[in-house]
Protein backbone atom coordinates (compact mmCIF):
# COMPACT_ATOMS: atom_id res chain seq x y z
CA UNK A 1 0.00 0.00 0.00
CA UNK A 2 1.45 3.22 -1.22
CA UNK A 3 2.24 5.89 1.46
CA UNK A 4 0.12 8.74 0.33
CA UNK A 5 -2.67 8.16 -2.23
CA UNK A 6 -4.41 10.20 -4.80
CA UNK A 7 -6.67 9.83 -8.01
CA UNK A 8 -4.51 9.99 -10.32
CA UNK A 9 -6.65 11.13 -12.98
CA UNK A 10 -6.73 12.98 -15.59
CA UNK A 11 -9.41 15.34 -13.75
CA UNK A 12 -11.82 17.21 -16.16
CA UNK A 13 -13.60 20.05 -14.93
CA UNK A 14 -16.17 22.90 -16.69
CA UNK A 15 -14.80 26.28 -16.21
CA UNK A 16 -16.92 27.80 -12.70
CA UNK A 17 -17.70 24.34 -11.48
CA UNK A 18 -15.76 22.82 -8.46
CA UNK A 19 -13.00 20.61 -8.68
CA UNK A 20 -12.57 17.79 -6.07
CA UNK A 21 -9.17 16.56 -5.34
CA UNK A 22 -8.91 13.60 -2.80
CA UNK A 23 -6.10 11.86 -0.86
CA UNK A 24 -5.92 9.21 1.17
CA UNK A 25 -2.77 8.51 3.83
CA UNK A 26 -1.72 5.57 5.35
CA UNK A 27 0.67 6.06 8.78
CA UNK A 28 -1.72 7.02 11.52
CA UNK A 29 0.29 9.15 12.94
CA UNK A 30 0.49 11.88 10.37
CA UNK A 31 0.14 15.47 11.87
CA UNK A 32 0.06 18.18 8.66
CA UNK A 33 -0.97 17.96 5.59
CA UNK A 34 -0.31 20.03 2.50
CA UNK A 35 -1.66 20.87 -0.89
CA UNK A 36 0.69 22.17 -3.58
CA UNK A 37 -0.17 22.91 -7.40
CA UNK A 38 2.54 22.38 -9.74
CA UNK A 39 2.29 23.84 -13.60
CA UNK A 40 3.57 21.61 -16.21
CA UNK A 41 7.72 22.00 -15.99
CA UNK A 42 7.66 24.07 -13.01
CA UNK A 43 8.19 23.55 -9.63
CA UNK A 44 5.50 22.74 -6.74
CA UNK A 45 4.37 25.87 -4.95
CA UNK A 46 2.41 25.79 -1.74
CA UNK A 47 -1.28 26.83 -2.00
CA UNK A 48 -2.95 25.17 1.24
CA UNK A 49 -1.83 23.63 4.73
CA UNK A 50 -4.37 21.84 7.27
CA UNK A 51 -3.46 20.28 10.40
CA UNK A 52 -6.65 19.71 12.45
CA UNK A 53 -9.51 18.13 11.26
CA UNK A 54 -12.33 20.20 9.81
CA UNK A 55 -12.50 22.64 6.99
CA UNK A 56 -9.98 25.41 6.16
CA UNK A 57 -10.41 27.77 3.93
CA UNK A 58 -8.50 30.47 1.96
CA UNK A 59 -10.16 32.26 -1.41
CA UNK A 60 -11.60 29.93 -3.78
CA UNK A 61 -9.80 26.64 -1.91
CA UNK A 62 -11.05 24.51 0.70
CA UNK A 63 -9.23 21.77 2.42
CA UNK A 64 -10.96 19.46 4.02
CA UNK A 65 -9.24 17.06 6.69
CA UNK A 66 -10.58 14.15 8.61
CA UNK A 67 -7.89 11.84 10.76
CA UNK A 68 -10.07 8.97 11.29
CA UNK A 69 -11.18 8.05 7.68
CA UNK A 70 -7.20 9.07 7.12
CA UNK A 71 -8.69 11.26 4.50
CA UNK A 72 -7.77 14.95 3.26
CA UNK A 73 -9.11 17.05 0.46
CA UNK A 74 -9.14 20.18 -1.91
CA UNK A 75 -12.11 22.06 -3.19
CA UNK A 76 -11.29 24.52 -6.07
CA UNK A 77 -14.44 26.46 -6.28
CA UNK A 78 -15.80 28.59 -9.42
CA UNK A 79 -12.69 26.81 -11.11
CA UNK A 80 -10.42 28.52 -13.80
CA UNK A 81 -8.30 27.79 -16.63
CA UNK A 82 -5.61 29.07 -14.56
CA UNK A 83 -5.94 26.31 -12.14
CA UNK A 84 -5.38 23.57 -14.84
CA UNK A 85 -1.70 22.04 -13.08
CA UNK A 86 -1.03 18.92 -10.93
CA UNK A 87 -1.87 18.95 -7.89
CA UNK A 88 0.50 16.97 -5.07
CA UNK A 89 -0.88 15.68 -1.80
CA UNK A 90 1.87 15.84 0.83
CA UNK A 91 1.52 14.30 4.46
CA UNK A 92 4.47 14.79 7.38
CA UNK A 93 4.46 12.49 10.41
CA UNK A 94 4.34 14.78 13.21
CA UNK A 95 5.31 18.12 13.99
CA UNK A 96 8.97 18.75 13.98
CA UNK A 97 9.44 15.71 11.97
CA UNK A 98 10.91 17.35 8.74
CA UNK A 99 10.24 14.13 5.98
CA UNK A 100 7.08 14.87 3.56
CA UNK A 101 5.67 11.96 1.94
CA UNK A 102 3.92 13.03 -1.43
CA UNK A 103 1.26 11.11 -3.64
CA UNK A 104 2.00 11.18 -7.08
CA UNK A 105 -0.38 13.72 -7.98
CA UNK A 106 -3.55 14.13 -9.90
CA UNK A 107 -3.95 16.27 -13.17
CA UNK A 108 -6.18 18.97 -13.47
CA UNK A 109 -7.57 20.04 -16.67
CA UNK A 110 -10.20 23.11 -16.53
CA UNK A 111 -12.52 22.68 -19.77
CA UNK A 112 -13.10 26.89 -20.94
CA UNK B 1 14.56 39.38 -3.39
CA UNK B 2 13.99 35.93 -0.69
CA UNK B 3 13.85 32.58 -1.84
CA UNK B 4 15.67 29.69 -3.18
CA UNK B 5 17.56 29.34 -6.43
CA UNK B 6 18.89 26.53 -8.17
CA UNK B 7 21.32 26.28 -11.00
CA UNK B 8 21.72 25.36 -13.65
CA UNK B 9 18.22 25.19 -15.01
CA UNK B 10 19.28 22.42 -18.01
CA UNK B 11 21.91 20.27 -16.87
CA UNK B 12 23.99 17.64 -19.18
CA UNK B 13 25.78 14.81 -17.91
CA UNK B 14 28.01 12.33 -20.43
CA UNK B 15 28.58 8.54 -19.06
CA UNK B 16 30.85 8.64 -15.81
CA UNK B 17 30.83 11.87 -15.07
CA UNK B 18 29.86 13.01 -11.73
CA UNK B 19 27.72 16.46 -11.63
CA UNK B 20 27.13 19.14 -9.20
CA UNK B 21 23.77 21.01 -8.49
CA UNK B 22 23.43 23.85 -6.95
CA UNK B 23 21.36 25.05 -4.65
CA UNK B 24 21.10 28.37 -2.56
CA UNK B 25 18.35 29.81 -0.36
CA UNK B 26 18.59 33.47 1.67
CA UNK B 27 15.24 32.32 3.66
CA UNK B 28 17.14 31.92 7.10
CA UNK B 29 15.74 28.59 7.08
CA UNK B 30 17.15 25.44 8.85
CA UNK B 31 16.60 22.56 6.67
CA UNK B 32 17.14 21.83 3.41
CA UNK B 33 16.11 19.19 1.11
CA UNK B 34 17.08 16.98 -2.43
CA UNK B 35 13.94 15.62 -4.21
CA UNK B 36 14.11 14.23 -7.06
CA UNK B 37 10.60 13.88 -9.56
CA UNK B 38 10.47 11.62 -12.97
CA UNK B 39 7.59 11.52 -15.04
CA UNK B 40 3.84 11.52 -14.00
CA UNK B 41 5.50 10.65 -10.39
CA UNK B 42 5.58 12.16 -6.93
CA UNK B 43 8.65 13.87 -5.19
CA UNK B 44 10.97 11.16 -3.66
CA UNK B 45 13.45 12.57 -0.94
CA UNK B 46 17.02 11.73 -1.75
CA UNK B 47 18.84 13.94 0.96
CA UNK B 48 18.01 16.62 3.89
CA UNK B 49 19.92 18.77 6.24
CA UNK B 50 18.52 20.00 9.33
CA UNK B 51 22.21 21.77 10.16
CA UNK B 52 24.94 22.71 9.03
CA UNK B 53 27.41 20.08 8.77
CA UNK B 54 24.76 17.28 9.12
CA UNK B 55 22.80 15.58 6.73
CA UNK B 56 20.49 12.59 6.42
CA UNK B 57 19.54 10.02 3.49
CA UNK B 58 16.24 10.14 2.01
CA UNK B 59 14.54 7.34 0.21
CA UNK B 60 16.50 7.26 -2.62
CA UNK B 61 20.37 8.47 -1.51
CA UNK B 62 22.28 5.79 -3.41
CA UNK B 63 23.89 7.15 -6.27
CA UNK B 64 24.11 10.45 -4.86
CA UNK B 65 26.07 13.23 -2.28
CA UNK B 66 25.57 16.27 -0.73
CA UNK B 67 27.39 19.02 1.84
CA UNK B 68 26.15 21.14 3.82
CA UNK B 69 29.14 23.56 4.90
CA UNK B 70 27.22 26.34 5.22
CA UNK B 71 23.50 27.53 6.50
CA UNK B 72 22.69 28.77 2.96
CA UNK B 73 24.03 26.14 0.67
CA UNK B 74 23.02 22.48 0.34
CA UNK B 75 24.61 20.96 -3.47
CA UNK B 76 23.89 18.00 -4.66
CA UNK B 77 26.43 15.68 -6.46
CA UNK B 78 25.13 12.89 -9.08
CA UNK B 79 27.75 10.62 -9.25
CA UNK B 80 28.79 7.95 -12.20
CA UNK B 81 27.26 5.36 -10.04
CA UNK B 82 23.36 7.06 -10.23
CA UNK B 83 22.50 4.80 -13.13
CA UNK B 84 19.44 6.60 -14.45
CA UNK B 85 20.16 10.12 -13.45
CA UNK B 86 17.36 11.83 -15.59
CA UNK B 87 14.65 13.64 -13.64
CA UNK B 88 13.81 16.76 -12.56
CA UNK B 89 15.63 17.62 -9.31
CA UNK B 90 13.95 19.95 -7.00
CA UNK B 91 15.85 21.63 -3.73
CA UNK B 92 13.54 22.76 -0.94
CA UNK B 93 13.80 24.54 2.40
CA UNK B 94 11.44 24.71 5.72
CA UNK B 95 12.19 26.30 9.23
CA UNK B 96 12.71 24.05 11.88
CA UNK B 97 10.20 23.64 15.40
CA UNK B 98 6.86 22.91 16.90
CA UNK B 99 4.22 23.93 14.48
CA UNK B 100 3.39 24.75 10.62
CA UNK B 101 6.49 24.23 9.36
CA UNK B 102 6.28 24.41 5.40
CA UNK B 103 8.46 23.31 2.80
CA UNK B 104 9.10 25.79 0.18
CA UNK B 105 10.86 25.01 -3.20
CA UNK B 106 13.18 26.04 -5.75
CA UNK B 107 12.70 26.26 -9.53
CA UNK B 108 14.15 22.87 -10.17
CA UNK B 109 16.82 21.75 -12.03
CA UNK B 110 16.25 19.27 -15.07
CA UNK B 111 19.66 16.86 -15.89
CA UNK B 112 19.33 15.07 -19.12
CA UNK B 113 21.97 12.22 -20.32
CA UNK B 114 24.14 12.30 -23.07
Known amino acids: QKEVEQNSGPLSVPEGAIASLNCTYS??????FFWYRQYSGKSPELIMS????GDKEDGRFTAQLNKASQYVSLLIRDSQPSDSATYLC????????????FGTGTRLTIIP | DGGITQSPKYLFRKEGQNVTLSCEQNLNHDAMYWYRQDPGQGLRLIYYSQIVNDFQKGDIAEGYSVSREKKESFPLTVTSAQKNPTAFYLC?????????????FGPGTRLLVL
Open chain 2, 92 to 104: ASSSLGQGEETQY
Open chain 1, 50 to 53: IYSN
Open chain 1, 90 to 101: AVKVGFGNEKLT
Open chain 1, 27 to 32: DRGSQS
